[in-house]
C-alpha cells in the first residue's frame, strides 16, 4: 500500500511539474522545474526505500536485519544540491528579465524573434 | 588495477584554476592568464593520457581509493582519451581568445572562473566511468554556459539563456530519470557493470525504457532534429569565445554520450538507436543546410551549419559499421576544429563593427578594410567545412562516405554527397557578402582595433595539418579507437571486472 501511495504521489508531482513548466508565467514555469526535480528525487528514493526496514548501521548489517540502501540517499542529496543550484540560475534569470523587460509573461519575452 | 593520476590531472587542474581565477578576481588580466595557464597543463594532461592509453591500455582512476563497482571511477578508455584530447586543445584556443578579446562580458570577475567550470563539465563528463557522475558534469557544464551566455554583450543573450535552461534542464531530468531506472533495476551506476550485466542478454523491464531516456537527453544535449530549436539562438547570442565552444566541444558530449549508448550500453538494442539516429540525421543535414543558407547573420549561419554537421556524424552512427564509425569520429573531431576557428573568425569580423554584431546588413563589405589574412582564414575555413581537399574537412567526408559505400545505403548517401554542395553555397556566399562586395554606407564607420587573430589562426593551421601531415596519424589512430569500441569487453576488463 505504501508503494503504491508512494508510486502516485511520484506521478502527480510529475503531472503537476511538467504543467507548471508549460505556463506562460516565467516564475510558475521556474517552480515548475523545482517539482518535477523532486519527483524524479523521490523516484530515486523508491529505487532504495523499499528494500529493508532498518537503518544500514553496521549493527542492524551484523545482526542479518534487512536494511535499506544508503547509496540512493547519497545520490539524491546530490542530486538536491545540483537541482538547487539550477533552480536559482534560473530564478536569477527570470528576475533580470522581469526588470528588463518588464514582465515575466513568456509571450512577451519574444525579442529573438526578430 | 593501478590509479593514473594523469585523469585526476585533466580533471582537477581546470577546477583548480577555476578557484585561483575566481581568488585573483581583482585583476582581470591575471584572470585571463590563469585561463590560459591552466588551459595549457590540462591539455598536457589530456596528451599524455591519450598516449598512455594507445600504449598501455585503459586507464582508471578510482576517486577516494573506493574500488569499482563500488566506488566512482574514472576510466579513459581510447574513445573518452580522444575526445577529452579534443576538448582540452580547443578550450586553449577558447582561452586564448579570450585573453585579447575587448567584449565588456569578459572584465566580469565571474568570466574566467566559468569557462574554466566548463571545461571540468566537458572533461569530466568524457573522463568518467560512471553514470551519475555524467549527469552531474553535463548539469555543471550546462549551468556554466548559461551563465555565460546570460552576462553576452549581446542583447538577447539572457532571452537564449532561459530558453536554454529550461529546455535543457527538461533533458537533465530525463537523463536523471534514466540513471534511475537503471539504477532501480541493475542496483548499479558503473558503466562497465551495467555493460557486464546486459551483455548476458538480461533485460530488466526498465531498461529499454532508459535507453530511449538517456539517448533523448544526448539527442539534446546535441541539437538533434526533434529537439534542436534553442540551438541557433543560443550559439549566436553567446559571447564569441563561448560561442565557439559550444558550437564545437558542447555539442560533442551528447556524441559522446551516444557513441557509448550504442558501442558499450545497449549493444543489443543498438540496431534500432542506430535507424533512428540515420533518420534524425539526415533530417538535421537537409534542414540544417537549408537554414545556413537563408539566415541574415554569420553566427546564426554557423549554428544552423552546426546542426547540419551534426547530422552528419549522426547518419554516421546510423550506418554503424566499423568504416562509418571511423567517419563518425573523424568527422567530430575536425569539426570541433574547423567550426570553432569560423565562429572566432566571424567575431573577429563582428568586433570591428560599430555596435557588436554579425548582421549581414551590417558586416557586409566590411572585410575590405580589414587585414586580407582574415579573408583568406575564412575561406579556408569554409573550404575546410565544405570537404575540399587538401584540409581536413575532406578527409572526414571520405571516411563517412567510405563507410556508407561500405554499408549500400545509396539514398543517404546522396543526400550526404549532395549536402556537402549546399555547405559550400551558404559557405562561399558569407565569405563574399564579407571579403567581395563593396561596403554599405552603413558600414564606413568600423572600430579601429579588433579581437587579435591568432586563436583562430592557429586553428586553421591545425585544420591544415590534420588534412595534410597528420591526415594519415588521425585515421589510424581513431581505427584503433573503433577496433576498441566495437569490444566492449575492453572496456570493462579495463575497469577490472568481468
Redesign the interface.
Given at each position: 500500500m505504501v508503494e503504491f501511495m508512494f508510486a502516485l504521489a511520484i506521478g502527480i508531482l510529475f503531472g503537476i511539474g511538467v504543467f507548471q513548466?508549460l505556463r506562460r508565467d516565467?516564475i510558475k514555469?521556474a517552480i515548475g522545474?523545482a517539482i518535477?526535480?523532486s519527483a524524479?528525487n523521490l523516484?530515486?528514493v523508491?529505487?532504495?526505500a523499499f528494500e529493508g526496514e532498518f537503518p544500514p548501521y553496521l549493527s542492524n548489517v551484523q545482526a542479518g536485519r534487512p536494511t535499506s540502501d544508503p547509496l540512493?540517499q547519497a545520490?539524491i542529496l546530490?542530486?538536491i544540491v545540483?537541482s538547487f543550484?539550477?533552480f536559482s540560475?534560473?530564478l536569477g534569470?527570470?528576475n533580470?528579465?522581469s526588470k528588463?523587460y518588464d514582465t515575466v509573461d513568456s509571450n512577451d519575452?519574444t525579442?529573438?524573434k526578430h | 588495477m593501478t590509479d593514473n593520476a594523469l585523469l585526476l590531472g585533466a580533471l582537477a587542474t581546470p577546477l583548480i584554476g577555476a578557484i585561483l581565477a575566481l581568488v585573483s578576481a581583482r585583476s582581470n588580466q591575471t584572470q585571463r592568464a590563469i585561463g590560459v595557464a591552466t588551459g595549457g597543463i590540462a591539455w598536457l594532461f589530456a596528451a599524455g593520457l591519450l598516449a598512455q592509453v594507445h600504449e598501455l591500455g585503459v586507464q582508471t582512476y578510482a576517486l577516494g581509493g573506493w574500488q569499482p563497482p563500488y566506488g566512482i571511477v574514472l576510466v579513459a578508455d581510447a574513445l573518452g582519451a580522444l575526445f577529452a584530447f579534443m576538448v582540452t586543445t580547443i578550450m586553449i584556443a577558447g582561452l586564448l581568445y579570450t585573453y585579447h578579446c575587448h567584449d565588456k562580458c569578459m572584465t566580469y570577475p565571474a568570466f574566467v572562473p566559468l569557462f574554466l567550470l566548463m571545461e571540468v563539465g566537458l572533461v569530466g563528463a568524457m573522463l568518467t566511468g560512471d553514470l551519475f557522475t555524467l549527469f552531474i558534469s553535463m548539469e555543471l557544464m550546462v549551468l556554466a554556459s548559461v551563465s555565460l551566455t546570460a552576462i553576452s554583450d549581446d542583447q538577447f543573450g539572457l532571452e537564449a539563456a532561459l530558453k536554454y535552461i529550461l529546455i535543457s534542464s527538461m533533458g537533465t531530468l530525463f537523463l536523471l530519470l534514466g540513471i534511475a531506472a537503471m539504477y532501480a533495476t541493475l542496483g548499479t551506476l558503473n558503466m562497465a557493470q551495467i555493460a557486464q550485466t546486459l551483455l548476458t542478454g538480461e533485460r530488466p523491464f526498465l531498461a529499454p525504457a532508459a535507453a530511449l531516456m538517456l539517448l533523448c537527453a544526448f539527442l539534446l544535449k546535441s541539437a538533434v532534429f526533434p529537439f534542436h530549436f534553442w540551438q541557433p539562438d543560443f550559439h549566436t547570442t553567446a559571447p564569441t569565445p563561448i560561442s565557439a565552444m559550444l558550437s564545437s566541444i558542447v555539442v560533442k558530449v551528447g556524441v559522446y554520450g551516444i557513441f557509448r549508448l550504442v558501442t558499450l550500453l545497449f549493444i543489443e538494442e543498438a540496431f534500432l538507436l542506430e535507424r533512428l539516429l540515420g533518420v534524425l540525421g539526415v533530417i538535421g543535414i537537409v534542414f540544417g543546410s537549408l537554414g545556413a543558407l537563408r539566415t541574415y547573420n554569420a553566427k546564426r549561419m554557423l549554428a544552423y551549419s552546426t546542426f547540419a554537421q551534426i547530422g552528419f556524424i549522426l547518419v554516421g552512427i546510423g550506418w554503424g559499421n566499423t568504416l562509418a564509425l571511423v567517419g563518425a569520429i573523424v568527422y567530430a573531431f575536425n569539426h570541433a576544429f574547423i567550426k570553432s576557428a569560423l565562429l572566432m573568425l566571424m567575431g573577429v569580423v563582428a568586433s570591428y563593427t560599430k555596435i557588436k554584431t554579425a548582421d549581414f546588413a551590417q558586416v557586409r563589405g566590411l572585410g575590405t578594410k580589414l587585414p586580407p589574412l582574415l579573408g583568406w582564414l575564412v575561406l579556408l575555413g569554409g573550404l575546410s567545412l565544405a570537404g575540399v581537399p587538401p584540409l581536413n574537412g575532406f578527409i572526414s567526408k571520405l571516411a563517412l562516405i567510405q563507410g556508407g559505400v561500405d554499408n549500400g545505403d545509396w539514398a543517404n548517401l546522396i543526400i550526404v554527397v549532395a549536402a556537402g554542395i549546399l555547405t559550400l553555397m551558404y559557405m562561399i556566399r558569407a565569405w563574399q557578402q564579407i571579403f567581395q562586395q563593396a561596403p554599405l554606407p552603413s558600414t564606413t564607420e568600423t572600430k579601429p582595433v579588433g579581437d587579435s587573430m591568432v586563436a583562430p589562426f592557429l586553428l586553421i593551421t591545425i585544420c591544415l595539418l590534420l588534412g595534410t601531415v597528420f591526415a594519415e596519424p588521425l585515421v589510424q589512430l581513431v581505427s584503433e579507437t573503433v577496433r576498441q569500441m566495437m569490444n566492449p569487453q575492453i572496456y570493462i576488463a579495463g575497469v577490472g571486472l568481468g
Amino acid at each position: 500500500m505504501v508503494e503504491f501511495m508512494f508510486a502516485l504521489a511520484i506521478g502527480i508531482l510529475f503531472g503537476i511539474g511538467v504543467f507548471q513548466l508549460l505556463r506562460r508565467d516565467l516564475i510558475k514555469a521556474a517552480i515548475g522545474f523545482a517539482i518535477l526535480f523532486s519527483a524524479i528525487n523521490l523516484f530515486f528514493v523508491a529505487a532504495g526505500a523499499f528494500e529493508g526496514e532498518f537503518p544500514p548501521y553496521l549493527s542492524n548489517v551484523q545482526a542479518g536485519r534487512p536494511t535499506s540502501d544508503p547509496l540512493v540517499q547519497a545520490l539524491i542529496l546530490t542530486a538536491i544540491v545540483v537541482s538547487f543550484g539550477s533552480f536559482s540560475l534560473v530564478l536569477g534569470i527570470v528576475n533580470i528579465i522581469s526588470k528588463r523587460y518588464d514582465t515575466v509573461d513568456s509571450n512577451d519575452v519574444t525579442q529573438l524573434k526578430h | 588495477m593501478t590509479d593514473n593520476a594523469l585523469l585526476l590531472g585533466a580533471l582537477a587542474t581546470p577546477l583548480i584554476g577555476a578557484i585561483l581565477a575566481l581568488v585573483s578576481a581583482r585583476s582581470n588580466q591575471t584572470q585571463r592568464a590563469i585561463g590560459v595557464a591552466t588551459g595549457g597543463i590540462a591539455w598536457l594532461f589530456a596528451a599524455g593520457l591519450l598516449a598512455q592509453v594507445h600504449e598501455l591500455g585503459v586507464q582508471t582512476y578510482a576517486l577516494g581509493g573506493w574500488q569499482p563497482p563500488y566506488g566512482i571511477v574514472l576510466v579513459a578508455d581510447a574513445l573518452g582519451a580522444l575526445f577529452a584530447f579534443m576538448v582540452t586543445t580547443i578550450m586553449i584556443a577558447g582561452l586564448l581568445y579570450t585573453y585579447h578579446c575587448h567584449d565588456k562580458c569578459m572584465t566580469y570577475p565571474a568570466f574566467v572562473p566559468l569557462f574554466l567550470l566548463m571545461e571540468v563539465g566537458l572533461v569530466g563528463a568524457m573522463l568518467t566511468g560512471d553514470l551519475f557522475t555524467l549527469f552531474i558534469s553535463m548539469e555543471l557544464m550546462v549551468l556554466a554556459s548559461v551563465s555565460l551566455t546570460a552576462i553576452s554583450d549581446d542583447q538577447f543573450g539572457l532571452e537564449a539563456a532561459l530558453k536554454y535552461i529550461l529546455i535543457s534542464s527538461m533533458g537533465t531530468l530525463f537523463l536523471l530519470l534514466g540513471i534511475a531506472a537503471m539504477y532501480a533495476t541493475l542496483g548499479t551506476l558503473n558503466m562497465a557493470q551495467i555493460a557486464q550485466t546486459l551483455l548476458t542478454g538480461e533485460r530488466p523491464f526498465l531498461a529499454p525504457a532508459a535507453a530511449l531516456m538517456l539517448l533523448c537527453a544526448f539527442l539534446l544535449k546535441s541539437a538533434v532534429f526533434p529537439f534542436h530549436f534553442w540551438q541557433p539562438d543560443f550559439h549566436t547570442t553567446a559571447p564569441t569565445p563561448i560561442s565557439a565552444m559550444l558550437s564545437s566541444i558542447v555539442v560533442k558530449v551528447g556524441v559522446y554520450g551516444i557513441f557509448r549508448l550504442v558501442t558499450l550500453l545497449f549493444i543489443e538494442e543498438a540496431f534500432l538507436l542506430e535507424r533512428l539516429l540515420g533518420v534524425l540525421g539526415v533530417i538535421g543535414i537537409v534542414f540544417g543546410s537549408l537554414g545556413a543558407l537563408r539566415t541574415y547573420n554569420a553566427k546564426r549561419m554557423l549554428a544552423y551549419s552546426t546542426f547540419a554537421q551534426i547530422g552528419f556524424i549522426l547518419v554516421g552512427i546510423g550506418w554503424g559499421n566499423t568504416l562509418a564509425l571511423v567517419g563518425a569520429i573523424v568527422y567530430a573531431f575536425n569539426h570541433a576544429f574547423i567550426k570553432s576557428a569560423l565562429l572566432m573568425l566571424m567575431g573577429v569580423v563582428a568586433s570591428y563593427t560599430k555596435i557588436k554584431t554579425a548582421d549581414f546588413a551590417q558586416v557586409r563589405g566590411l572585410g575590405t578594410k580589414l587585414p586580407p589574412l582574415l579573408g583568406w582564414l575564412v575561406l579556408l575555413g569554409g573550404l575546410s567545412l565544405a570537404g575540399v581537399p587538401p584540409l581536413n574537412g575532406f578527409i572526414s567526408k571520405l571516411a563517412l562516405i567510405q563507410g556508407g559505400v561500405d554499408n549500400g545505403d545509396w539514398a543517404n548517401l546522396i543526400i550526404v554527397v549532395a549536402a556537402g554542395i549546399l555547405t559550400l553555397m551558404y559557405m562561399i556566399r558569407a565569405w563574399q557578402q564579407i571579403f567581395q562586395q563593396a561596403p554599405l554606407p552603413s558600414t564606413t564607420e568600423t572600430k579601429p582595433v579588433g579581437d587579435s587573430m591568432v586563436a583562430p589562426f592557429l586553428l586553421i593551421t591545425i585544420c591544415l595539418l590534420l588534412g595534410t601531415v597528420f591526415a594519415e596519424p588521425l585515421v589510424q589512430l581513431v581505427s584503433e579507437t573503433v577496433r576498441q569500441m566495437m569490444n566492449p569487453q575492453i572496456y570493462i576488463a579495463g575497469v577490472g571486472l568481468g
